[in-house]
């Protein structure tokens, strides 16, 4: 259940009694062909050396656990797949997955060792559904990687750069990871800083 929160910029948002999340009103959703545009203005730039930076928590934390010859997914990865590729410079096996430029669902019906997630989960219209999608792709043992901004109560939701990007519309609370972790099969859930972790 969820009770409005607040109206910011003209957008309602609704807060979830639950998990604590924000989340915006459908109604304001991007269409589709908007969606797809404003994700097109995005310099995922594999050779961009601050982009690599961003992505690094991931694509360490999968070389720290997982060797070259482990399946990995790389899940809404984008124009340009920068975590895909700098894990294929290490000699890994990824596969690539994205809605929009790379809608390849052959891909969607396999299972992999571990999946990245990266600036992604923020944009699910129905994270309950994505989530147990994402977990239907792990292979036991598995591990779920999302990097996304959290949402804390002291944060001044007005003033938060997060939510002015248009195709971010679910703000989560850590409360709605530990629901996740609990209700949809995962073993262990580690949050560190921006960097979530999902096991199987």
């Known amino acids: 259940m969820a009770h409005f929160f607040r109206n910011v910029g003209h957008r309602d948002y609704f807060k979830c009694s ?8 459908p109604k304001y959703y991007l269409s589709p ?13 594999p050779e961009d050396i601050g982009y690599q930076r961003f992505v690094a928590p991931i694509v360490t934390a999968i070389k720290e656990r997982f060797a070259p010859g482990d399946m990995g997914l790389d899940f809404g990865a984008g124009t340009v797949p920068v975590i895909t590729k700098l894990l294929h410079d290490a000699g890994y096996s990824v596969q690539v997955y994205d809605p929009y430029f790379h809608n390849n669902l052959g891909v969607l019906q396999a299972r992999y060792d571990y999946i990245a997630c990266c600036e992604v989960v923020e944009h699910f219209h129905h994270p309950v559904k994505d989530f147990e999608l994402l977990r239907s792709l792990l292979q036991r043992d598995g591990v779920l990687y999302c990097k996304t901004d959290i949402y804390m109560e002291e944060i001044d939701f007005a003033k938060w750069y997060y939510k002015n990007d248009p195709t971010h519309v679910f703000f989560y609370h850590e409360d709605a990871f530990r629901w996740i972790q609990q209700n949809l099969g995962f073993s262990k859930l580690t949050i560190q800083g921006r960097l979530i972790s999902f096991m199987l």
Do not use: F, G
Request: glycine share 0%.
């Open 18 to 25: 639950i998990c604590s999340s924000i989340m915006l009103h």
């Open 33 to 45: 062909e908007e969606e797809r545009a404003r994700y097109e203005k995005h310099n995922n730039n």
